[in-house]
């Protein structure tokens, strides 16, 4: 591939809790949301967007090329759901 290669590939992910229950209030869904900006930056992920939702996330990022869509939501759902457990942001345990 040549240096001056330019990629950008948006895609737009959705994932929801296990059997889409409501689990998120309204300070646990701000808080999500600002973790995974943080998150992805950190990961040189760009996300334009995220819309966390109680039972559902959208979000809108620029897939890296060193990646797969695959990784990239096992990334960010795998994260999120560790962060969430951790922080008892759920209640009982949050799938």
């Known amino acids: 591939m040549s ?3 330019y990629s950008r590939c948006w895609v737009h992910l959705i994932w929801g809790t296990l059997n ?3 689990l998120l209030n309204k300070d646990a869904v ?3 949301s600002r973790y995974l900006n943080e998150y992805a930056k950190t990961k ?3 996300m334009k967007i995220n819309y966390v939702n109680a039972d559902h996330v959208h979000a809108l990022v620029d897939l890296p ?3 797969s869509v695959e990784e990239l939501m096992q990334l960010l ?3 999120s759901s560790h ?3 951790e922080n008892n942001l759920a209640p009982g345990k949050f799938a």
């Open 65 to 67: 090329t060193g990646l």
């Open 3 to 5: 240096l001056h290669s």
């Open 83 to 85: 962060w969430i457990n």
């Open 20 to 22: 889409r229950e409501k």
């Open 77 to 79: 759902k795998g994260s």
């Open 44 to 46: 040189g992920i760009y």
């Open 30 to 32: 701000h808080s999500v």
